[in-house]
């Protein structure tokens, strides 16, 4: 009796399909191999294939973006600004800052002083017209000492803000030139006149030892001065808007003399727009020189 061999087990093709194929129906291996893939497997995309582009952010995603980038935006805008450019510093405005500094000492100590030694310097230092004839090369000065109302006046403030912009564009010595001149030739076109009144018998003989001190005129005269070199839509307003506080200070006849005094001080300063003009561009010129040369590309 022959004995029946069992046929030799193949192996299984690497290739072979996960089910296996009936008879009689055609390409049942590329569906198996498409089976075998899966819906969910992606095919990596060959050396000539467009990859994939990457989903559209959504607008949640947008609204919920950290606001860093537009902090630092916002702080390097105010950086551009620099506001801190608008007080005095020892370095950038010398003149205003030590200036700055001596007036706000005398008006500390001179609160707590004896009032009545207060008004004794006050008035061995003021510039009538009894202490220009005997002495003005001291009084002139040092009635500039003085600031009428204390640091916290309203001409304080102008001074500090008005004086250190004059001083950053156009130096140290043409601001402190504009407010001298200012402050002198405003007394002297205030007290001249009280004098020759004196003279020919229109007021008193106390008018020659009216009080008169402080720092207004030269405030003024350095206003006068800044007008001139802002841009014309911001320099006509300046003018116009205290031109119109010192006339309705003129209006009010509370001090005739020291208003007109304002007003004559105001026009000082316009009249040497071509003095800072020119110190404007030879501080521009001196500051370009110094500047680092920047690296070639």
């Given at each position: 009796m022959a004995h029946r061999t069992a046929p030799a087990t193949a192996e299984p093709a690497e290739d072979a399909p996960p089910f296996p194929l009936l008879d009689g129906i055609p390409r049942q291996r590329a569906t198996a191999s498409v089976?075998?893939?899966g819906p969910t497997d992606t095919a990596?995309?060959?050396?000539?294939?467009?990859?994939?582009?990457?989903?559209?952010?959504?607008?949640?995603?947008?609204?919920?973006?950290?606001?860093?980038?537009?902090?630092?935006?916002?702080?390097?805008?105010?950086?551009?600004?620099?506001?801190?450019?608008?007080?005095?510093?020892?370095?950038?405005?010398?003149?205003?800052?030590?200036?700055?500094?001596?007036l706000a000492v005398i008006s500390v100590v001179s609160e707590h002083l004896d009032p009545a030694l207060v008004a004794s310097l006050r008035q061995g230092s003021s510039t009538d017209v009894a202490h220009l004839l005997s002495d003005p090369v001291l009084v002139l000065p040092a009635s500039a000492l003085w600031i009428v109302g204390g640091v916290t006046s309203s001409y304080a403030i102008v001074f500090l803000l008005v004086l250190t912009a004059l001083e950053r564009r156009t130096g140290a010595r043409c601001a402190a030139g504009v407010f001298l001149l200012g402050?002198?030739?405003?007394?002297?076109?205030?007290?001249?006149?009280?004098?020759?009144?004196?003279?020919?018998?229109?007021?008193?003989?106390?008018?020659?030892?009216?009080?008169?001190?402080?720092?207004?005129?030269?405030?003024?005269?350095?206003?006068?001065?800044?007008?001139?070199?802002?841009?014309?839509?911001?320099?006509?307003?300046?003018?116009?808007?205290?031109?119109?506080?010192?006339?309705?200070?003129?209006?009010?006849?509370?001090?005739?003399?020291?208003?007109?005094?304002?007003?004559?001080?105001?026009?000082?300063g316009v009249a040497t727009w071509p003095l800072v003009r020119r110190g404007r561009r030879m501080r521009s010129r001196v500051v370009s020189a110094s500047a680092p040369p920047s690296d070639a590309l």
């Amino acid at each position: 009796m022959a004995h029946r061999t069992a046929p030799a087990t193949a192996e299984p093709a690497e290739d072979a399909p996960p089910f296996p194929l009936l008879d009689g129906i055609p390409r049942q291996r590329a569906t198996a191999s498409v089976a075998a893939i899966g819906p969910t497997d992606t095919a990596t995309p060959g050396p000539c294939e467009a990859p994939t582009a990457s989903p559209v952010p959504c607008a949640a995603d947008a609204l919920t973006a950290s606001p860093v980038p537009c902090a630092a935006d916002a702080l390097a805008r105010l950086r551009a600004l620099r506001p801190w450019r608008l007080l005095p510093s020892p370095k950038g405005t010398p003149f205003t800052f030590f200036y700055a500094a001596v007036l706000a000492v005398i008006s500390v100590v001179s609160e707590h002083l004896d009032p009545a030694l207060v008004a004794s310097l006050r008035q061995g230092s003021s510039t009538d017209v009894a202490h220009l004839l005997s002495d003005p090369v001291l009084v002139l000065p040092a009635s500039a000492l003085w600031i009428v109302g204390g640091v916290t006046s309203s001409y304080a403030i102008v001074f500090l803000l008005v004086l250190t912009a004059l001083e950053r564009r156009t130096g140290a010595r043409c601001a402190a030139g504009v407010f001298l001149l200012g402050h002198v030739l405003a007394t002297l076109a205030t007290e001249i006149p009280v004098g020759v009144a004196v003279w020919v018998g229109h007021l008193p003989d106390s008018s020659l030892h009216r009080l008169d001190y402080g720092i207004s005129f030269g405030v003024a005269a350095s206003v006068g001065a800044l007008a001139g070199l802002l841009t014309p839509w911001l320099r006509w307003p300046v003018l116009a808007a205290f031109g119109a506080m010192l006339v309705d200070d003129l209006l009010a006849f509370t001090d005739p003399m020291t208003n007109w005094g304002h007003l004559t001080a105001l026009a000082i300063g316009v009249a040497t727009w071509p003095l800072v003009r020119r110190g404007r561009r030879m501080r521009s010129r001196v500051v370009s020189a110094s500047a680092p040369p920047s690296d070639a590309l």
